[in-house]
């Protein structure tokens, strides 16, 4: 178990006090306009106080057009930094390192929020336009002042959201990428946007800022070949602190039947990766779960639902590496006393079997 609680360094700043990281997971707590609201701040801050060696924000939208969800965390206006600017500190005061996760949802805008939703090719599903060359060269700007306002207001780095379908996934993808211009066509050009992106970012930011990536491997038209290729040159550069890749469940095996010769997790963590830490998602919750996880090949884990369970589960793994969260579905008082407004109580009824119906 030793490992678990051993820091770890990254190329740029702090180091991380351990390898049991906050992942980041839509709440819907923020303010309409994105700005922080108390109840958000709240659940985060106890986070860190619960021991997560790192506590990453919710997805951040970097363009009012491409907000994700409901009460979705902005950080496309110097109107969000007060709010930013209280998260971090009370995360960093607590001993934690602090990241904010920046994304764009693309065509998963939701029309009712954005109006014209924008991707990198048309989508008839959502009435999404294809971006213009300019609108590409805007979102790679918006990016990476985003990184700038998030340095301002005192976070310790950012992560950029490649995965899950989302506007650079859906660049990576050949199916949701159809662009003839230099942004599509081969698996250079599709992923051109997320690497412009990345390069932006770390010019832009000081040399102790802390820069991250997050993929995911399947489903929403990604070929775990070409993003174990991304994730390669990912993990070859030196600018890059860390590759979180959101896997669903480590212990899975691959859909594509190409690779079902060994489980998913085992295709990224036999990569070389100089100075970059990997870290894997999905599913680990338990202490023993982590501490294998590691022994895999992770640096580190990004727990979610013992996370959400548990605000204060490093701490219990430290004490007790036996200890298993409790299980579900959970009573709304038991996530109540976790942190939860009732607003993200309500969306974590979306997570089939997670809370417990009212009797």
Known sequence: MSDLFAPLTLAHGPAAPNRLWLAPLTNTQS???????????????????????????CAAHVQ???????????????EHLPGLTRLAAAVKDAGSLA???????????????????????????????????????????????????????GFDGV?????????LAQFLSPEANRRTDGYGGSLENRARLLFEVLDAVRE?????????????????GLRLGEIRDVAAEL???DDLDYLDMSLWD????????????????????DLDRGTTRLGVAGKVRT???????????????????????????????RDDVAFVPVPTPVDPAHLAGEGLSPVFVEYMRNWRGFVADAS
């Open 31 to 57: 303010h309409p306009d994105g700005t922080l609201s108390d109840e958000e701040l709240h659940w985060l801050a106890l986070r860190a106080r619960g021991g997560h060696g790192l506590t990453m924000t």
């Open 64 to 78: 009012a057009g491409g907000q994700g969800f409901p009460g979705q965390l902005g950080v496309f206006s110097d």
């Open 99 to 153: 990241s904010l996760q920046l994304h764009h949802a693309g065509v998963r805008s939701p029309r009712e929020l954005v109006g014209q939703p924008v991707g990198p090719s048309e989508d008839e599903a959502t009435g999404a336009r294809a971006m213009t060359g300019d609108e590409v060269a805007r979102l790679v700007e918006d990016f990476a002042v985003a990184a700038q306002r998030a340095e301002r207001a």
């Open 159 to 167: 992560e950029l959201h490649g995965a899950h379908g989302y506007v």
């Open 204 to 220: 832009r930011c000081g040399a102790d800022f802390q820069v991250g990536v997050r993929l995911s491997p399947e489903r929403f």
């Open 235 to 237: 993990l070859r550069r």
């Open 250 to 269: 480590v212990a899975k095996q691959p859909v594509d039947e190409e690779y079902q010769s060994r489980p998913l997790m085992d295709w990224f963590t």
């Open 287 to 317: 202490g023993r779960q982590a501490v294998e996880t590691l022994e895999r090949g992770a640096d580190f884990v990004m727990l979610g639902r013992a996370a959400i369970l548990h605000h204060d589960f490093p701490a219990r793994v």
